[in-house]
T-cell receptor, first 115, second 108 residues
Framework: ETGVTQTPRHLVMGMTNKKSLKCEQH?????MYWYKQSAKKPLELMFV???????ENNSVPSRFSPECPNSSHLFLHLHTLQPEDSALYLC??????????????FGSGTRLTVV | GEDVEQSLFLSVREGDSSVINCTYT??????LYWYKQEPGAGLQLLTY?????DMKQDQRLTVLLNKKDKHLSLRIADTQTGDSAIYFC????????FGAGTRLTVKP
């Protein structure tokens, strides 16, 4: 366990389903991130939250909807996904949004398969 | 945009040293990181180096930084089969920027 917990670990969903990914950290970190990791592609930063406010949305389709109700929890709500959205979704947190001395702590990821 | 580049694959024999190389373009990067990702897992921070250092050693890991050439390397001494994983180089001034990852395969 790294201190960042993601659930579920695996998710299979149909294109018409609605599901949510959950990320939780109790490290006292103020910044949280969603990344998408697809086969043979670099890590793609999707969303960044700092002190529960979204500070970055990297041109992510609206079928992905993030939510950060408090500094310890981050959700990614999914609806009407496409097969190309199948990937490993990684959550990370860091002490602060800025400040290069702080690395990111990653969760183990949710392996999403869209059928 | 600024890039972090790594070769995609490296294969070594068990017991040999592995050297994974990385180049970056942002000269303002303050910290540089190496992360390890094992199959089915997230990224695990292995080590980091501050930009005013040129070397850092931590047990079997040695990080070398050539700031002039913007070149970072990770050397793993006495590589074991358990070291097989994907290794990501990353730089951070504010946002963290990752390379595409180098898949290290260790053959018995």
């Amino acid at each position: 366990e790294t201190g960042v917990t993601q659930t579920p670990r695996h998710l299979v969903m149909g294109m018409t389903n609605k599901k949510s990914l959950k990320c939780e950290q109790h490290l006292g970190h103020n910044a949280m991130y969603w990344y998408k990791q697809s086969a043979k592609k670099p890590l793609e930063l999707m969303f960044v939250y700092s002190l529960e406010e979204r500070v970055e949305n990297n041109s992510v389709p609206s079928r992905f909807s993030p939510e950060c109700p408090n500094s310890s929890h981050l959700f990614l709500h999914l609806h009407t996904l496409q097969p190309e959205d199948s990937a490993l979704y990684l959550c990370a947190s860091s002490h602060s949004l800025q400040g290069a001395g702080w690395g990111y702590t990653f969760g183990s990821g949710t392996r999403l398969t869209v059928v | 945009g600024e890039d972090v580049e790594q070769s995609l694959f490296l294969s070594v024999r068990e017991g040999d040293s592995s050297v994974i190389n990385c180049t970056y373009t942002d000269s303002s990067s303050t910290y540089l990181y190496w992360y390890k990702q094992e199959p089915g897992a997230g990224l695990q921070l292995l080590t980091y180096i501050f930009s005013n250092m040129d070397m850092k050693q931590d047990q079997r890991l040695t990080v070398l930084l050539n700031k002039k050439d913007k070149h970072l390397s990770l050397r793993i001494a006495d590589t074991q089969t358990g070291d097989s994983a994907i290794y990501f180089c990353a730089e951070r001034e504010n946002d963290m920027r990752f390379g595409a990852g180098t898949r290290l395969t260790v053959k018995p």
